[in-house]
């Protein structure tokens, strides 16, 4: 519906397994190399994100891989078994950290960074990985890979002229979702306000196509099309100053995205809470992250750099979160 069908495939979506292969305890806490706590959340998170996990363990990727130097994807592929399948009950991540101004350029190593800017940049340094080998790639195709099978959503956005009334639909992929918290006291009120038409006017306005002239008009964004794993990011940043929203925003254990829908009717679309991180300091640009996740034995665990610690579902619901990651 409005949207262009890609040519290719590059990965069949009923390929992905959304249940762990292998139950197993958790794997190994990974070392600080210094100020590198953001990098570290991160790759627990997606360590233990099933999909991405099973995927990575088959070892599909390195197999096929051509790439020369650099692929996320065969980082990640490394790192995944490295965590889950060595005895070690500590891992240094050097792979990531050396090769950091590959996924980022604004990342250096012994300088701290934000766990967001780093999963939004690990995602994409996957994306470029997947798509490595297929230069004449349609737009649509693109969205087609295991990563955009994954991770990846449409969200819809209907502009409507207040004067006439017409209507102008537009598609946009995503990998995430950021939403606003300076109001909201929970997930479920912050993605309301989220999908809540927006008025556009004074230097906001857009040009109507009928009136050929900028009118006012209202703008609504909702979930056009859900992820297989929902990634949200509760922006704790007050302004550009690093100044920190440090309230408790409740988030459930189940999350229902129907409501959230271009089409509401229909049954619930249900997410489990997998994994979350967690920022401590006053502001923005300082502090320490850490992280739970629940592991493929399906019990919850705090990651925070070396150490694994068993925790409950009591206590994971009572954080300070930054970052959320539910799956289907």
């Known amino acids: 519906e409005g949207m262009a069908l890609p040519q290719r495939i590059l990965f ?24 590198t706590c953001y990098i570290n959340v991160i790759l627990q998170c997606l360590t233990y994100t099933p999909p991405l996990a099973n995927y990575l363990l088959s070892r599909d990727h390195s197999q096929l891989c051509h ?27 050097r792979a990531v950290v050396r090769d950091l101004k590959f ?3 604004e990342f250096e190593p012994d300088v701290a960074g934000d766990a ?13 990985a997947c798509l490595s080998g297929s ?16 991770f990846g959503g449409f969200l819809k956005s209907r502009v409507t002229c207040l004067r006439c009334q017409a ?19 929970s997930l479920t009120t912050a993605l309301e306000d989220f999908v809540t038409s927006k008025k556009l006017d004074g230097k906001y306005c857009l040009k109507c196509s009928k009136f050929e002239k900028k009118v006012t008009a209202s703008k609504r964004v909702t979930v056009h099309c ?39 009717a229909g049954e619930p679309l249900l997410y489990s809470l997998y ?18 996740t629940k592991a493929s034995n399906g019990l919850w665990y705090k990651m925070d750099d070396e150490s694994v610690d068993n925790c409950g579902i009591h206590a994971v619901l009572r954080q300070q979160a930054y970052l959320l990651f539910y799956a289907r």
């Open 67 to 93: 790439q020369q130097g650099f692929c996320m994807m065969c980082i990640m592929e490394a790192h995944v078994r490295k965590v889950l399948r060595s005895s070690a009950s500590v891992i240094w991540p």
């Open 116 to 128: 967001y800017e780093f999963l939004r940049c690990a995602l994409e340094a996957m994306q470029r």
């Open 12 to 35: 069949h979506p009923e390929e992905i397994c959304m249940d762990w292969k292998q139950r197993q305890r958790p794997g190994a806490g990974l070392c600080n190399l210094g100020s």
């Open 103 to 105: 996924i980022g350029e």
């Open 135 to 150: 230069s004449d790639v349609d737009i649509s195709s693109q969205t087609t890979t295991i990563i955009h099978q994954i």
């Open 226 to 264: 859900v992820p297989k794993v929902f990634t949200v990011c509760l922006e704790r940043a007050a302004d550009h100053t690093g100044k920190k929203i440090s309230k408790i925003v409740e988030y459930p254990e189940y999350l229902d995205l129907r409501p959230y829908m271009s089409d509401t």
């Open 167 to 185: 209507v102008s639909d537009s598609y946009k992929a995503f990998l995430h979702v950021l939403l606003d918290i300076k109001a909201p006291s």
């Open 275 to 292: 994994a979350l991180v967690v920022h401590s300091g006053d502001t923005c640009l300082d502090g320490h992250f850490f992280c739970y």
